[in-house]
């Protein structure tokens, strides 16, 4: 290095710049390339998807419709496509035989799975009161009132629920637990029905209103 000039010495300074300068804008090519590289594979990627999720839903909605009534068609399609319309349709056709058969054990079945495997849909809470209705053509009341309380319903099928809840406690003869659930159904509050459960009650605990006792003790005096 001692016998090079200032020149040669500049010359060296440079060209070493130089290289610097070339080895930064050939990395940071490489990695630009590398990042559009990974960027082309995700969206090809993104596309199959799309894709393949469009020509699952498709087929699903074909297979639906030639299915018809063919249960054995029907019950393939949830499998083949879950998460489809095309299955939830299935399913839902499949519960409807199922329940207008009598078969409520198997109705009960297909119900759930639409419930469970369509949680937000619009049919879900829709399908948990089915399951209830189920339950009830199976004479199983307490598992019927089970899911009326345990699922969280909302709008009319709230109110079909508390029906539903009202209607089961009156078959069972619970009228207190009838009572309560008829007061919160508006239409109900005014119903005949409901005087004869309050009636029932009366009865059960002995406790007569003193128009009833009067009545029932005039009654009596006249035989």
Known sequence: MAGLTKKELRHDAVH??????????????NSILLGILILLVLCVAVYQIINNKNAKKANA???????GTNTVALSEIPNKYPGTHG???AL???????????????AREYYTRVAKEYPNDEYADAAWLSVARCYVGEG???????ILNEKLMKGEH???????LFKIYALQGK?????AAAKELEDLKDSPLIEDITDSIWRKNGNYPEETAEAETEAESSK
Not at 16 to 29: A, F, G, P, S
Not at 61 to 67: R, T
Not at 158 to 164: E, G, I, R, T
């Open 140 to 146: 199983d009341y307490d598992q019927a009132v089970n």
């Open 92 to 106: 839902l056709r499949l519960a409807s035989e199922a329940a207008s058969s009598t078969n409520y054990a198997l």
């Open 158 to 164: 709230a109110q079909n629920a508390k029906y539903l």
């Open 87 to 89: 299955a939830k349709s």
């Open 16 to 29: 070493e710049e130089l290289e610097k300068i070339t080895v930064t804008v050939v990395k940071k090519r």
């Open 61 to 67: 909605e074909n297979n639906l419709a030639n299915a």
């Open 175 to 179: 009228d207190e637990e009838a009572l």
